[in-house]
């Protein structure tokens, strides 16, 4: 039987793991960890696609090409157009798929971006869906409830697929033809090499290995906050780069804007929260600062690329919120909710505080003259109405009453930018052009910006591991089979002549 391996068993390997068996293969899916889901383990609520039958129930006009241009809109341009093709002619169909093999969906689906600080670039229709969370979880819930629903899958096509875990695919074994003919892998200290017919590469992004990020990405901002799942180390683009594929984007560099991490792990934050969605400082009152004790930019600032382009270009990618007492306790019910809810009473404190700004500075590590003239100069223009600097629009009060706070925070990666290069069908090309004839890639590991240009598009990570993974799936399976059929084709006429 035609043997199709799928390397990573996450959100992209289980969907092209299901389509590989439907498509008449064995598929042995390799998974350097002990259990199936990848980052699903951890992704939050967004799953992004248009021409869905929910969208269609709930009368929402919208269309796979909408979404190709708010896209391409959102990504400055920079995505790859055949590739974002299929992407968003595929992710309808791909979050129908969740729903008929059992995921449900909360009935706020599809829903748009909006409030006062939307975290991720407004698309033009409502689009974006959120599973019910699986146990109440509200972070990574969502995430978990797919994984349930493909984990089902896996276990209803048992007798077709084998998984290995602890297993990590170390190298792709090419034949004389250019072919991949086995996959070697380790298990503690023994290697394998595992004939293949077919290979999917889903290993994911590289956003958790610090020193490949270093590599690639000129002037890696050293204060961004990886949030990336451990496994995310770049495997599957080292061993495709080593058997000729080509990579695409990979000094490509994107982060949302803004996190605070557990400064217990403060390279990769377990705990992490979005600071503009907490604290909007059109309500809240804050002021932004770098590094430096300088504003840089209108901190009511709605569109999330502007923010994140402005703290990308700041030293270390950080930002701190600056705020006095009253602001603290909260302008609004809101923010004082948030704010008890979100930043007080954390071990440790994440909130630093102090009786003057100098010492506020001094605790958080800024320039305590700079800090006194950016919140002074600030002052004046809340005085005058309007700030001659950034043109804030809503700045609620001075600060002025003591003790004053500050919240650090940073520039977070979800995933990365760069990747394997690939062609429409999934297939992995190479560094001259040409295409593997039966290496597939899916996921992260195709680098995000093949399909998000140069920016984050909401939802548009697990659509795009969900889309490619069916395709790669049921691609690699064809691949797989097609020399098998040749093979009993020539045996057939070979002993139709004998006789
Ligand atoms: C906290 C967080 C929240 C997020 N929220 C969202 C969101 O709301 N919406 C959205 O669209 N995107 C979100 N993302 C991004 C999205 O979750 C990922 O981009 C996507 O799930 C990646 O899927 P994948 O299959 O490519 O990789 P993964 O799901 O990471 O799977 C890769 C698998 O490959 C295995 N593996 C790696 N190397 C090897 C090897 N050498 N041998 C064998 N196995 C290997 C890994 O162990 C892992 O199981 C979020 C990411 C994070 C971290």
Redesign the pocket.
Known sequence: MAEVIV???????LPAAIHAVDGGAHVTV????GE?????W???????GAGTQMQQRRGIIDSPQAHFDDIWRIGHGCATPEILRVATEGAGAAIDWLEAIGVPFTHESPWQQRGRMPGHAVYGAPRTYTPIPLDGIA??G??RQVLRALERQIDQRRDQLTIRYR????RLILGQDGRVTAVR?RREDRTEDLPADAVVL????F?ANRTMLRACIPDFPDGAIS???P???G??IR?AEEAGAALVNMDMFVVVASGIADRRAPELAIY?LMLPAARPPAIAGDIWVNRQGKRFIREDEVSPDAREVALMAQPGCELFAIFDEPMRRGLTEEVAATTRASFEGRTPNIIFSAPTIEDLADRLGLPPPALRATVDRYNAAVDAGHDPDFGRESMPKRIDSPPFHGLPSAGMI??THGGVKIAPDARVVRTDGSVFPNLFA????MG?GQVMGRAFA????????LTF?ILAGTNAAAAAIAPHLADSKRSKNASSRAT
């Open positions: 390397i990573g068993g996450g959100n992209a390997g390799v998974e350097k960890t199936l889901g990848g980052a699903l951890f992704t939050s609520h967004s799953i992004s972070g990574s969502p995430g297993t990590r695919a170390e892998v889903a290993t994911g992004g956003g949030i990336c799942p496994h995310a180390q495997d599957g061993l992490w979800f995933l899916a996921g992260e590991v995000a909401g939802g548009q990570g697990v659509g795009m591991a993974g």
